[in-house]
T-cell receptor, first 117, second 114 residues
Framework: KAGVTQTPRYLIKTRGQQVTLSCSPISGHRSVSWYQQTPGQGLQFLFEYFSETQRNKGNFPGRFSGRQFSNSRSEMNVSTLELGDSALYLC???FGQGVSSGANVLTFGAGSRLTVL | QQQVKQSPQSLIVQKGGISIINCAYENTAFDYFPWYQQFPGKGPALLIAIRPDVSEKKEGRFTISFNKSAKQFSLHIMDSQPGDSATYFCAASIEGGATNKLIFGTGTLLAVQP
């Protein structure tokens, strides 16, 4: 079974640009979440999607947005990039909502490493 | 109140030794406590998780000890191996983990020396 696939793996942007990151969840997984990982702030929750609906949102500015498609694939977008947006962006998926147990646990992808110059 | 405090920041253990990582939380609504392991260039991977209705959970060489009254939980790695060298994150969430919003600790970089 393929894992969570994130593209691109690495990208470099300049301040003021925007970026779109893509995530393909594990086949059959309908719940997708995004996290930002930085050395200073650690892992921080961005958003959570289920059945194309945003279920939860972290404390990030409106420049950070996301969406989920009918095939459960998800994208996140960051507009007007700032130097502080340089980070590893992690996507995670699980089968569905409900308590975490057995196969219904959060599985992370390898991430998209964004560098903003 | 949403924080999960993790210590130590880094840890060096000899092969065969016991690695212990501690976490503390404030929010009593937390009821799902997973530990994740992350190798360089990879995403975090679930190692083991516990709910507050049990005080200990063991899976192979990995054990979580949970102290509900103290609002603390810890990961013990028995017979530590060089292959265990990684960054370990504790986390917490509510609703039995029904939400994907995990509050992570700051991580512990473990180095197991051969």
């Amino acid at each position: 079974k393929a894992g969570v696939t994130q593209t691109p793996r690495y990208l470099i942007k300049t301040r003021g640009q925007q970026v779109t990151l893509s995530c393909s969840p594990i086949s059959g997984h309908r719940s997708v979440s995004w996290y930002q990982q930085t050395p200073g702030q650690g892992l921080q929750f961005l958003f959570e999607y289920f059945s194309e609906t945003q279920r939860n949102k972290g404390n990030f500015p409106g420049r950070f947005s996301g969406r989920q498609f009918s095939n459960s694939r998800s994208e996140m977008n960051v507009s007007t990039l700032e130097l502080g947006d340089s980070a590893l962006y992690l996507c995670a998926s699980r089968f569905g909502q409900g308590v975490s147990s057995g196969a219904n646990v959060l599985t992370f992808g390898a991430g998209s490493r964004l560098t903003v110059l | 109140q949403q924080q999960v405090k993790q210590s130590p920041q880094s840890l060096i253990v000899q092969k065969g030794g016991i690695s212990i990582i501690n976490c503390a939380y404030e929010n009593t609504a937390f009821d799902y406590f997973p530990w994740y392991q992350q190798f360089p260039g990879k995403g975090p991977a679930l190692l083991i998780a516990i709910r507050p209705d049990v005080s200990e959970k063991k899976e192979g060489r990995f054990t979580i000890s949970f102290n509900k009254s103290a609002k603390q939980f810890s990961l013990h790695i028995m017979d530590s191996q060089p292959g265990d060298s990684a960054t370990y994150f504790c986390a917490a969430s509510i609703e039995g983990g029904a939400t994907n919003k995990l509050i992570f600790g700051t991580g512990t970089l473990l180095a197991v020396q051969p």
